[in-house]
């Protein structure tokens, strides 16, 4: 007899929603909470899953939280796909308390997906083991690396947020600007400039959304910014 497939929930439905429903479709039953769901569509959904997954963004985390908190049991795993950690783990932990929770940040999206040969493998998925079990948490990472074929990242929720005010705060911040200065493709192009071209076309489609909860919700991407908007003015002022 054929084993049925855990159930999987993902509330939120978007570009980055559906690409994870794709690739975990082969493995588990994967449904969509919506936004137009009525309360009694939400609890059949949620009704004996496995996971539920929020994939929506930071501001509209905790309203997605009260939303189907009444219809999620303590044995059902808690994740979060947000591309900030600390502060929506923190939100999580204060609504599930009894229930296992993990803090996750897929470092991929449909286009880096595409780009990759519209593979998973060898992407990277942070991963910020809370209040899982060591036997949950290490199903999950091998689940990860072998079947999805991700380079899993393990850190702390402090010390995502720390790294990913460069890697994420920054490369979005100087593509947002050169987005909005429409830069060109010239038959001169360099090396340096092509890769400018690239993280401009890389970024482009980054919802605004998505772009205020790099810049906003994490605590540790102001500095950042702030410290390269000085460099610049500094670099600035020595020209003159």
């Given at each position: 007899m054929k084993r049925s497939k855990q159930k999987i929930i993902i509330v939120g439905k978007g570009a980055f929603g559906d690409l994870m429903a794709k690739y975990l479709r082969p493995y588990f039953t994967v449904s969509f909470v919506r936004r137009s769901d009525s309360d009694e569509q939400v609890r059949k959904k949620l009704s004996n899953a496995r996971a539920v997954i929020f994939c929506v963004p930071m501001v509209g985390l905790e309203q997605s939280i009260v939303r189907t908190k009444p219809h999620i049991t303590t044995d059902m795993l808690i994740i979060d796909v947000t591309s900030v950690k600390v502060k929506p783990l923190a939100l999580l932990k204060k609504y599930f308390?009894?229930?296992?929770?993990?803090?996750?940040?897929?470092?991929?999206?449909?286009?880096?997906?595409?780009?990759?040969?519209?593979?998973?493998?060898?992407?990277?998925?942070?991963?910020?083991?809370?209040?899982?079990?060591?036997?949950?948490?290490?199903?999950?990472?091998?689940?990860?690396?072998?079947?999805?074929?991700?380079?899993?990242?393990?850190q702390t929720a402090k010390q995502h947020d720390i790294e990913m005010a460069h890697v994420q705060g920054l490369a979005h911040f100087i593509g947002r600007a050169l987005k909005h200065m429409d830069i060109t493709d010239y038959s001169t192009n360099t090396e340096s400039y092509k890769q400018l071209l690239e993280l401009r076309d890389l970024l482009a489609k980054d919802s605004r959304e998505l772009f205020e909860t790099i810049q906003n919700t994490n605590t540790q991407t102001k500095r950042v910014r702030n410290k390269f908007l000085k460099e610049l003015q500094l670099i600035e002022k020595k020209l003159q």
């Amino acid at each position: 007899m054929k084993r049925s497939k855990q159930k999987i929930i993902i509330v939120g439905k978007g570009a980055f929603g559906d690409l994870m429903a794709k690739y975990l479709r082969p493995y588990f039953t994967v449904s969509f909470v919506r936004r137009s769901d009525s309360d009694e569509q939400v609890r059949k959904k949620l009704s004996n899953a496995r996971a539920v997954i929020f994939c929506v963004p930071m501001v509209g985390l905790e309203q997605s939280i009260v939303r189907t908190k009444p219809h999620i049991t303590t044995d059902m795993l808690i994740i979060d796909v947000t591309s900030v950690k600390v502060k929506p783990l923190a939100l999580l932990k204060k609504y599930f308390k009894h229930n296992q929770i993990l803090g996750t940040h897929p470092i991929l999206g449909p286009q880096s997906v595409k780009k990759n040969n519209n593979s998973l493998k060898g992407l990277p998925l942070v991963l910020c083991q809370e209040t899982t079990t060591d036997k949950t948490y290490k199903t999950i990472i091998r689940f990860c690396k072998k079947d999805l074929g991700l380079k899993v990242v393990e850190q702390t929720a402090k010390q995502h947020d720390i790294e990913m005010a460069h890697v994420q705060g920054l490369a979005h911040f100087i593509g947002r600007a050169l987005k909005h200065m429409d830069i060109t493709d010239y038959s001169t192009n360099t090396e340096s400039y092509k890769q400018l071209l690239e993280l401009r076309d890389l970024l482009a489609k980054d919802s605004r959304e998505l772009f205020e909860t790099i810049q906003n919700t994490n605590t540790q991407t102001k500095r950042v910014r702030n410290k390269f908007l000085k460099e610049l003015q500094l670099i600035e002022k020595k020209l003159q």
